[in-house]
C-alpha cells in the first residue's frame, strides 16, 4: 500500500478547490485578496475549508462555558490523539472555519483569467529572433568522455558484433564491447524562439490619485502581470510614477508612494522612452506600457506632447500601449478623450476607462483582449 | 514521498527505551494491548493523521485537504503532531522522526496510558478492535465501488453520506452489548466474544421508532441501491468506531498525559532532560485562560480525584467524560484550576464555577453533537421523515441544517422535515428529495 493515496486525495482536494476558484474568478478580479500572495511560480490562494454540512450548533452554540476543541463539531475528531506543538494556537485555530491555503501555478491561473476573459493567446510580433537554449543530450557520437558514454547503443554495437562475427554463443552469452563499439551522448543545439516582454506600469501620483484608485491600478497590475507571465518565457516589470516629474521606483515604493502636486503626463512619457531606448530594444522585446492615471493633465500644451510622443516614438516600438483611466473625485477625465480623438484609429493604443473594482474585469479585457 | 511498507524496527536504542517503559507502566498497573510503535516522516505522520490514523483507508478528498492543512501548520510552524495511536488490538502509534530522544519516550509512555485507556474504558468495549483491517476493507470496497459506478458517483454520494455521519445514537452499541446474554457470562469469567462478534453486535440497528440512530434507521429502511446502502452502512460503522473517542476525550488525554508524567519522571528520564521535559510536558498542558484544554482538564482531574483517595483506574473504566466531570468538579477543585475560575458574563454577571460547570456539562453531552430524534417515518401519511431537535438552548447552524437535510431528503427519497428552535421560536426544516445524481 502506498502513501501516494494522500497524494491522489490531495490532487482531488486542489480540483475541486480550482472548481470553485474559476467559479469566483471575477471576485478575485475585483479584490486585492490576492495581491502580496505570488511567489515566483504559484499563487497561495486562501479559500475557506470545504465543509461538508452538518446539523450542528450555529453561532449561540457556545453559551460561554469553557468551550474549546473539546466538544467540537461536525468531523470526526481524530482516531487518535494528536497534539499540536502549541496546545493555544492549535486551540486558537480551532473554531469557526478553517482557512486552507492551496498553492496554484501562476500558469493555471493565468488559464483560469484567460477562459474567464476570453483572451486570445499574444502572438509575439515580428521576427522571431532565435535563440539557443542550452541544447538536448539527442545526438550520439564515437567520440567522447567515458562518463558521456551510451550504454545502450554500446552494447547493441558489440552485441551485434559479437553475432556478426559468429562468436556469440547462447549458452554463454558474453558481449564484450571494444573501443569501436563505443557510442557516446552528444549534445544538439535547439533553438527556440525568443520570448521576452517588459511591462512598463506607469501610474500618475497626483494629488487627485487616491487609496481606491491606487488599489484599483494595484489589482490591474497584479492580473496583467499574471496573464503576460504565461506568455512569456521572461517578463521584466519596470515601475514609473509621476505627477510633475516622473521616476523609476521599486514595486514597494509604486504601490505605496503619495506624492501629490501637479501633473505632467509628458514627463511619463519622456522617461519611459528613455528606457525603451537604453535597455529594451524593439527588436528584443515585446513591450507592454500601461499608464494609469486619473485623466487630468497640467495643460493642454503636455497632452499635444504626449499624443506626439506617442506617435512618433512609443506606439511604433511598442506591442501596444493601454491607458486605464481610473475615476476620481478631483480628476477630469479630459486625457483619454484627448487620446481618443487624437489616436482613437491606432490599434497599437488601447484606452479604458474603470469606474471602480467592478469596472477591473472589462478593462482588462480591453488591455489584453487583442492578442498582440 | 516515502513507500508505507511493513514498518520497520525501532532503532536499537529506542526500543530499548521502549522496552524500559513498557515494563515500567506494566509495573504501575498499566494493562494494554499488544502496541507497535512505527517512525515516519512528519509530513507521513500527517498523511497518517489525515486518514483518522488509517493509511489504508478510502479514498477521500477530504482526507487530502486535511492532510494539506496540517502540512501547511508544519511548514508554518504553527502546529505539530506529536503523536498518533490507533485504537486496535494490536495498537498502532506513530512517532515522528527527528523529535528528541525525550520527545519519543514522552510520546511512548502517553501512548501506552491510551491504548490502557483504549483497552479498558468501558465505552470503548464495543468498538471493532480489527479497525485497521475494517479499514482496509472499507478501503477496498469503496475502490472496487468507483471502477464499477465511476469516482463522481460515489464521491457524491459518500459527501451525502457523510454530512449524516453524527445522526446516529452514541449510547446503542453498549446498550445492545448489555442486552446480549453472552455479556453476562464474560463477566462470569467466560471466554471473551472474538471480534468479528463484537462487530456484528455493534451494527445491530433499532428497529423502532423513536430512535436516535436515523443512520441506521436509513441502512434499515430507505429506498437505496445495493452498493449505496453498503456505503451507508460503512459510515455509520466509522462513526460507531470514532464515537468513544468523541465521548472521552478529557479522560482519555488527561490519562495518557498523567502516566506519561508519572512514567518519565518516575525512572525513564535522565537527569539532563528534565528541562526539556518541563518544557515539553507544561507547553501540552497549557490552558490559555478561559478555553478547555482536554490535555490540562483531564490531568487535573486525575489528580484531584487521588487526592480525594479514588480509585483511578475505575474512574478510567466506569466513565466518560460528562460523568467523570459531574463527578469530580467540586468547590476545591474549581478553585484549583483557572477554567473554572469567576468571570463575568456578557451581561456582566458574575459566571460562578456551578455555572460554568453546568454548561461545560451540556457542552459535552452527547459528543458535543446536537441530539436528533427520529420520530415519525409516515410523517402525514405520506411517507415523510420527520425528526425533532431536542433544543437545550443552542441553536443549530440553520444553513448547514437546510442542506444536511436536502441530502437527508435524497437518501429517504422522500420529503423530510426536521422540528427545531431558532431564538426561541420553534422553526421546522423541509426538504423535498432531490435526485441522487449518484442514482445513475
Known amino acids: 500500500m502506498g502513501m501516494h493515496r494522500i497524494e491522489q486525495d490531495r490532487a482531488r482536494f486542489r480540483d475541486i478547490v480550482r472548481g470553485r476558484l474559476r467559479k469566483d474568478l471575477r471576485r478575485y478580479l475585483t479584490s486585492t485578496e490576492l495581491l502580496g500572495r505570488r511567489g515566483e511560480h504559484a499563487v497561495s490562494i486562501p479559500v475557506p475549508q470545504i465543509e461538508l454540512p452538518r446539523l450542528r450548533f450555529g453561532d449561540n452554540g457556545g453559551g460561554g462555558g469553557g468551550e474549546g476543541d473539546g466538544s467540537g463539531e461536525g468531523d470526526e475528531q481524530g482516531s487518535a490523539s494528536e497534539r499540536s506543538q502549541d496546545a493555544a494556537g492549535e486551540a486558537g485555530a480551532e473554531p469557526g472555519t478553517h482557512i486552507v491555503e492551496v498553492d496554484v501555478e501562476l500558469e493555471e491561473l493565468a488559464e483560469m483569467l484567460g477562459r474567464e476573459l476570453q483572451l486570445p493567446r499574444i502572438e509575439p510580433r515580428g521576427d522571431r529572433a532565435l535563440k ?75 494629488g487627485s490619485m487616491g487609496r481606491e484608485q491606487k488599489e484599483i491600478v494595484r489589482i490591474k497590475a497584479f492580473w496583467i502581470d499574471t496573464w503576460l507571465r504565461s506568455q512569456y518565457a521572461n517578463l521584466e516589470v519596470v515601475y514609473i510614477v509621476h505627477d510633475a516629474v516622473a521616476k523609476v521606483v521599486d514595486q514597494h515604493s509604486f504601490f505605496h508612494l503619495r506624492e501629490s502636486g501637479g501633473t505632467k503626463i509628458s514627463s511619463a512619457y519622456e522617461l519611459l522612452l528613455e528606457q525603451i531606448q537604453a535597455r529594451y530594444r524593439p527588436e528584443d522585446w515585446n513591450i507592454y506600457p500601461f499608464h494609469y492615471s486619473d485623466g487630468d493633465n497640467w495643460s493642454a500644451r503636455d497632452t499635444d506632447r504626449c499624443i506626439a510622443l506617442l506617435q512618433d516614438e512609443l506606439l511604433p516600438r511598442v506591442n501596444q500601449f493601454g491607458y486605464g483611466q481610473v475615476k476620481s473625485a478631483y480628476g477630469s477625465g479630459q486625457f483619454k478623450k484627448d487620446l481618443d480623438l487624437a489616436l482613437g484609429s491606432d490599434d497599437r493604443l488601447v484606452t479604458a476607462s474603470v469606474d471602480d473594482r467592478e469596472g477591473v474585469p472589462d478593462a482588462m479585457r480591453a488591455f489584453l483582449g487583442r492578442g498582440r | ?193 472474538d471480534l468479528e462478534t463484537v462487530r456484528r453486535r455493534s451494527m445491530v440497528v433499532e428497529e423502532h421508532l423513536p430512535t436516535f440512530d436515523v443512520l441506521g434507521y436509513l441502512v434499515d429502511r430507505a429506498p437505496l441501491l445495493a452498493w449505496q446502502r453498503e456505503l451507508l452502512r460503512m459510515v455509520r460503522a466509522e462513526a460507531h468506531y470514532f464515537m468513544p473517542q468523541r465521548l472521552t476525550k478529557i479522560m482519555n488525554e488527561g490519562w495518557a498525559s498523567y502516566w506519561h508524567s508519572k512514567l518519565l519522571t518516575g525512572g525513564i528520564l535522565n537527569a539532563s532532560e528534565i528541562i526539556d521535559f518541563a518544557d515539553c510536558h507544561s507547553g501540552a498542558t497549557a490552558a490559555p485562560a478561559g478555553r478547555l484544554n482536554p490535555y490540562k482538564l483531564g490531568i487535573e482531574l486525575y489528580r484531584h480525584a487521588e487526592r480525594r483517595g479514588l480509585d483511578i483506574f475505575r474512574l478510567r473504566r466506569a466513565h466518560h467524560d ?52 427520529l420520530v415519525e417515518d409516515n410523517h402525514l401519511q405520506r411517507g415523510e421523515l420527520l425528526l425533532r431537535h431536542h433544543h437545550d438552548g443552542r441553536d443549530l447552524d440553520s444553513a448547514a441544517a437546510q442542506r444536511t437535510l436536502a441530502g437527508l431528503a435524497s437518501v429517504w427519497g422522500r420529503g423530510v422535515h426536521l422540528d427545531t428552535e431558532l431564538k426561541g421560536t420553534p422553526l421546522r426544516h423541509s426538504a423535498a428529495p432531490e435526485a441522487l445524481r449518484a442514482a445513475s
Do not use: C
Open chain 1, 132 to 206: 539557443v537554449a542550452g541544447g538536448r543530450w539527442s545526438g550520439v557520437s564515437e567520440h567522447g568522455p567515458r562518463s558521456l558514454r551510451h550504454f545502450k547503443r554500446t552494447y547493441r554495437n558489440a552485441l551485434q558484433r559479437t553475432i556478426a562475427s559468429g562468436a556469440w554463443d547462447p549458452l554463454d552469452p558474453r558481449v564484450v564491447p571494444l573501443p569501436r563499439d563505443e557510442r557516446f551522448r552528444l549534445k544538439r543545439p535547439v533553438e527556440e524562439p525568443e520570448a521576452s516582454a517588459v511591462v512598463f506600469h506607469v501610474m500618475d501620483v497626483s
Open chain 2, 322 to 373: 460528562v460523568t467523570l466531570l459531574d463527578e469530580l468538579v467540586d468547590e476545591e477543585f474549581a478553585h484549583s484550576v483557572e477554567l473554572f475560575a469567576p468571570r463575568k458574563g456578557p451581561d456582566g454577571k458574575l459566571i460562578s464555577w456551578r455555572e460554568t460547570k453546568e454548561l461545560l456539562l451540556r457542552e459535552l453531552s452527547n459528543g458535543g453533537l446536537p441530539r436528533i430524534e
Open chain 2, 1 to 193: 514521498m516515502s513507500h508505507w511498507q511493513e514498518p520497520e524496527a525501532l532503532p536499537q536504542r529506542l526500543e530499548g527505551q521502549r522496552k524500559r517503559i513498557e515494563q515500567l507502566a506494566r509495573a504501575r498497573g498499566l494493562d494494554f494491548f499488544e502496541t507497535r510503535f512505527v517512525m515516519l516522516d512528519a509530513t507521513d505522520v500527517n498523511a497518517v493523521a489525515a486518514y483518522g490514523g488509517f493509511p489504508v483507508r478510502h479514498p477521500s478528498w477530504r482526507f487530502g485537504m486535511e492532510w494539506e492543512r496540517l502540512e501547511k501548520g508544519r511548514e508554518w510552524g504553527l502546529s505539530k503532531i506529536y503523536e498518533l495511536v490507533v485504537n486496535n488490538d494490536p495498537a498502532w502509534a506513530y512517532l515522528v522522526r527527528g523529535n528528541s530522544e525525550m520527545e519519543q519516550k514522552l510520546v511512548m509512555a502517553h501512548v501506552y496510558g491510551h491504548v490502557d485507556f483504549f483497552k479498558h474504558n468501558i465505552w470503548f468495549q464495543p468498538t471493532d478492535r480489527s479497525m485497521v483491517d475494517t479499514m482496509a476493507s472499507h478501503g477496498a470496497l469503496v475502490r472496487a465501488l468507483v471502477d464499477e459506478h465511476g469516482h463522481d458517483a460515489i464521491e457524491n454520494f459518500m459527501d451525502v453520506a457523510l454530512s449524516l455521519d453524527n445522526l446516529v445514537d452514541p449510547w446503542l452499541p453498549m446498550r445492545e452489548r448489555l442486552r446480549t446474554p453472552q455479556h453476562s457470562a464474560v463477566r462470569a469469567g467466560a471466554p471473551a466474544l
